[in-house]
């Protein structure tokens, strides 16, 4: 692939309009990402209006952290929309092992075909229909055992699937990625992963979903390494975080993105 | 009109009791911004109660950002227990233009008679029944070009209309003055608009409409200006901003309001 | 009881996996505070899942804050959940003598026999059937005009109950305890109260609800007078207290408690 830093570029120049369906913790810090980083968030859930606007934007994502019956019908009529018009989709199946009512959910958003599925290795496990130790929101298993899980999960769902965690591993079922950038501070602030799942899906709505997942980790990771340099916690490295997204340069991109093929 | 200082003495003097329904991704940062400015938010929303607390609350303020046929009903019931008890209330049309839910809730709200319609360029001609190039949340159009829709808006619905950007335009219809406080950094920050919003809310609760509106724009992009002295990007400038609402004087107000007939 | 620092150390060991039903305000700044502090928040509302997910929780806090009907079954079924699977529960009754709705939803709730119930003074005296100057979500009354509502309040319905302001009252009817630590800027950020609440119930997910909700008052008003060490505003005030939270250690929370016997 290209080097990282041409992925941020185009990204800026064009600033996709992102539909984003997020849950209600992640909506502020979700939007505040995506204009950090450049591009126009738009936030249409309801299934009066999510359909229609799916043809207007130039990417959607759909994550189900908080989800409801009535939640449901728009992501469905939005991922529908996304379909119809040719537009890339990016899933974020929060705690989707947990209850009932997620795993079904799960099982119907994956059956629309997302471009993209972006979770944490317990979520990628309960997704693959294998065996999880997760209960919550945070995953409770490592990555590695969850890479064979993704690469299934990327050939019978036709998706490019990213887990992520201390290092990231992304695949589209023939290929694979490592991105070790990142820092452990990530974690200790909310919905940052719902927020990775917006900017896979800035990065998706400009270029080909593969290059443009693994760019976006790299970016997303090394904002937070960025972060990391002047945080004394996690208050502080939230506020540093969106002003790294905002001031990162292709060139840094370039030179501090860590991706190795897997 | 007074010095833009005495309207912000009154709204801190009597912190006003402002009901916000607002959307998703705004609630916090539109409830940080009023407590930091000194007034007292309270989000009520559904109609079970909505329209019994407008008649508690000295102003209300509907925001159409994250619409659903449940919100509508608390809007319709908010706006017609204000109108009801005599309190002014604040229209923010978000992306009133996008989808055919939102041009009908538009013109459903328009109709319930607001004291104050407040949007960015693209909002405001949507709403008047202009052309406009905007899509999502955020503007396409600049203010210049919305400024005869503003004033017809104005004529036509009894309310005051402010257009916000890099120059606000405010109108009554008979009056009108521009307002070039603020800072570039701003729209890189979501829910600053709404936000913005329910300033105006508060300072109407206590003031007329136009007069208190044009302070409350002042008084937000001093802020502004004030934050982006120490800010390095939109994560630093949210909380300087919001330390600059808290601190900022009636008397600075006075000194650096950039306010002009139009 | 124990020292504080003794139940700091005991949440931050187990890292109780706590399910929280907030506002709409309060959500992202709740889960910030809970992992921050250590804990893992999971909001987890919808009546699809709340009862499911209540046995998976150690804990559960239902704040009604910003309510509707739909809420309201995912609020009932998870305090049954979390009743049926012995865990702890704690009521937040924001702004409960407001409207007719939420009177009849705040006795809905205590009839579900919560084992805390943190509020501040106008909302324990709502709850508990006294007259209140409250209005919205801001307190009216002092603490001390509510501690023999407070002292009622848990005789009656065998809960731990916590009126929070500038000197806090604990009681489970039979002991009192007050607590000093906090901060004048606390009340100037938004959801501040609801994030106590989520920290709280952290602590009653690990150790006996009187002195774990002592514990968390004192370890949440010392972090807020760590930040304020720095703060120069409400904004910078937030940053700095998720940081405190994050690194104020069992030692410190010994040494700055400042409780006692009521």
Redesign the interface.
Known sequence: MDGCGTYLETMRREAP?VQCIT???????V??VL??AGA???????A??SG??AA??QALTINM??????WVEGMEAAARGAAAAGRPWVLDPV?VG?????RGLGARLLALKPTVIRGNASEILALAGAETRG????SADPVAAAEAAAQRLAETSGAVVAVTGPVDFVTDGRRGLRCANGHPLM?????LGCSLTGIVGAFAATRPAFEATAAALAFFGLAGEEAARTA?????F??????????LTPEALDRGARLEAA
């Open positions: 309009l849950n209600f913790v992640a909506m502020n810090i939007a505040n204009l950090a126009s968030p738009a936030m249409v859930h309801d009066e209006e229609e606007f207007i934007a952290g908080t989800p409801s019956p009535r705690a947990a209850t009932a009512f997620r209960k919550g929101a945070d974690p200790r602030v909310t919905a004394t916690g996690p208050g502080s939230q506020v540093a975080f969106l002003d790294a997204l905002h001031t």
